[in-house]
């Protein structure tokens, strides 16, 4: 009878044990958080495309996570085929969260491309930031598809802090370059001129006619008459230039972005300028656009 009973209480004692373990998961397990894995990042590439639609801080049960949505794949080859990965980067911490793959049949056409499968490129990822130390971290993409590996980072960052979590989009920076005079033809376009909360947004696309774009720089030139500003830029793909002009030649690195905030230009009025570089060859186009005030 003592032993049916010291089997009892034992057999009680452990469901109790149980119960507490399962209420305790219940409570602070997040369903869905995307899994922290260890990877080896590459260096720094240029073949992703990537783009960062939706961030949203949440808290779920009582935990801070931030939900991400947005698309990314390596140009040129099937997105069918790969895996994607968030990176949260510094250079004292970077953390890699794995996503769930989105079918987004609105990629091929808003990204003019037919032929990468891009409507596999959608991605989602809830990120547990209870496991990231405080920093500032920029957003970036990992992607594994068979044999090629590249990495890149976004223009968004996500900064936590003691007072809380905050997303901030990056400014490009000022360059002391010199200016040489241009030796080339340019084919150039400059789509967008907006202000929005003390930033300027520029975007658009640039080519030197007849040369590869594989290793061009591409600056934003501010000149005035009592000063000229040189700022650096992002690329962006472009397969709409290429299939533009025939698609005879590679124009899908022709694209570039610069989000330049006011308080680095002070008072007056700019005329527009974008400046590329590659090797030997530069080439200037001027646009009829202009910002700042006089």
Request: aromatic share 10%; proline share 1%; net charge neutral.
């Amino acid at each position: 009878m003592n032993k049916n009973r010291i089997l009892l209480r034992s057999a009680v004692t452990f469901l109790l044990i149980w119960l507490v373990i399962l209420i305790s998961y219940e409570a602070t397990h997040v369903y869905g958080a995307a899994r922290k894995v260890e990877l080896d990042l590459p260096k720094f590439g240029t073949g992703i495309h990537a783009g960062i639609d939706h961030l949203e801080l949440k808290t779920i049960k009582f935990k801070k996570v931030i939900k991400l949505d947005g698309w990314a794949y390596i140009n040129r080859h099937n997105a069918e085929t790969q895996s994607t990965y968030i990176v949260l980067y510094s250079q004292n911490n970077q953390y890699i969260f794995d996503s769930q793959k989105v079918i987004r049949n609105d990629l091929p056409a808003a990204l003019n491309n037919d032929n990468d499968h891009v409507e596999n490129a959608g991605l989602t990822s809830l990120i547990d930031m209870t496991r990231v130390k405080p920093g500032s971290y920029q957003i970036g993409f990992y992607i594994m598809n068979n044999d090629s590996n590249e990495f890149t980072l976004s223009n968004m960052s996500i900064i936590k802090s003691d007072s809380g979590i905050e997303f901030k989009e990056s400014v490009n920076t000022k360059q002391n370059i010199q200016i040489q005079k241009a030796n080339s033809k340019v084919q150039a376009n400059l789509e967008e001129v907006s202000q929005n909360n003390g930033e300027i947004r520029l975007k658009g696309w640039i080519f030197i006619k007849g040369k590869s774009l594989e290793g061009a720089k591409v600056y934003i030139v501010l000149k005035n008459q009592d000063k000229r500003i040189i700022f650096d830029t992002e690329p962006q793909f472009r397969k709409d230039v290429t299939k533009y002009f025939g698609g005879v030649q590679d124009y899908d690195k022709s694209g570039f972005i610069s989000n330049i905030s006011e308080v680095d230009l002070g008072k007056g009025k700019y005329q527009i300028g974008v400046y590329i570089v590659n090797g030997d060859a530069r080439g200037m186009y001027w646009s009829e656009e202009s910002i700042g005030e006089e």
